[in-house]
């Protein structure tokens, strides 16, 4: 283990090991591996009377939020099926190989299928929903219609629907009371909104704008966690860092037992990692890091390796807990070693971490004299 009274010395070595070591231009200094948390809006139903009162908008719901369920069941499918071939002993390599790559190809032409079908539906669903919101704003179409507009986020287009100038007028926590986001103070019932011609540069912009119509006029709206959530996503994704992570740690701290905080305390701990938000901002990544990774313990998901792999790099990079790094990762080696089934990312993360390790132990060495290298 590094000892404090060692730091200086060791940066004095570590620089005599930059300057002329032909080794060094193999050091890790960084983390190797890149990752996305991904965002996929969870579809809700819609309340019993939109059935009667808008149908065709409510089937064509319906027929999208069953999208999901039936690619889950073909991944599952295509699974076994994997499964089902590897453990046949009577193929010979090449065969085992053609039966692979019929199955994948059997999986990618029903996913093919779903997926245009999603795109149609999803179409559909937009055109009407734009359709209802000409005539006045409605909580559970501008958000289940900004769920939809999620997968075609980039695009831009002209749209007639009802909104309202509601730009990033969220109350803050002194404003705000403690359920949902009305405020304190009590305000007049809102006259119903007006249909406007807007031109937004993406949808981008018209997720943003239906979010904040839900959270600035519809109090009554039971869903404004996932509102919240996606709204703070989106932020993030385009840009604007500050905003979304205040909002994140407005969501943490109005939904603390919502199932979408150990998310938000991932990307909050991504958020201090990369951004250079005080003297040791990896001090308040580890932190936020630390909190996430209770969420994940029970599945040991793709999240969990992740979090604890980025724990060991922040403790790694940060003033005050170096020293700790080591130990987060011999114990994430040793827990991806002991894994039953190791994902391809898994044992990438394996291997960067068993360098990191044995650079580690070389710099410790160096500094306490044993070993001095050229």
Known sequence: MIKNTDRFLLLLVMASFIAFSPMTAHAISAPGLEFQIEFQPQLIQFPADYKETYETLYAAHESLRQIPVDMAAIKAEHEQRMAGIDQDRSLNPVQLRVEQDKALADYEQKMNVLKSKNSE???????LAEKVLSEGSDPYILFFLAQQLYDI???????????????????????????????????PPAEPAKATVQQYASNY????????????????????????????VVKGEIGLDRQSIKLIALF????????????????????????????????KAVESYDRALKYYKTTMGQEYWRIIYKIGWAQYLSHDMNEDAQDTFVDLY????????????????????????????????MSSGSQFER
């Open 153 to 187: 986020r980039t695009e831009s287009t002209k749209i007639n629907v009802a909104t309202e100038n509601t730009a990033d007028q969220i109350p803050d926590e002194q404003t705000a009371s403690a359920n949902g986001f009305e405020t304190q103070k009590a305000t």
């Open 334 to 365: 040793k827990k991806i070693n002991a894994a039953p089934q190791k994902s391809d990312e898994m044992l990438a993360i394996q291997a960067e971490v068993l360098e990191v390790l044995r650079q580690m132990k070389k710099l410790e060495n």
């Open 205 to 232: 912009d018209r997720i943003v704008a239906y979010c904040n119509e839900i959270l600035n006029r519809h109090n009554e709206f039971p869903y404004k966690d996932k509102v919240l959530h996606m709204l703070a």
């Open 252 to 283: 943490i701290k109005r939904y603390p037992q919502s199932p979408l905080v150990g998310e938000m305390y991932f990307r909050m701990g991504e958020h201090y990692f990369k951004e250079p938000t005080g003297f040791d901002h990896f001090s």
């Open 121 to 127: 539906l999803r179409d559909g669903f937009i055109f």
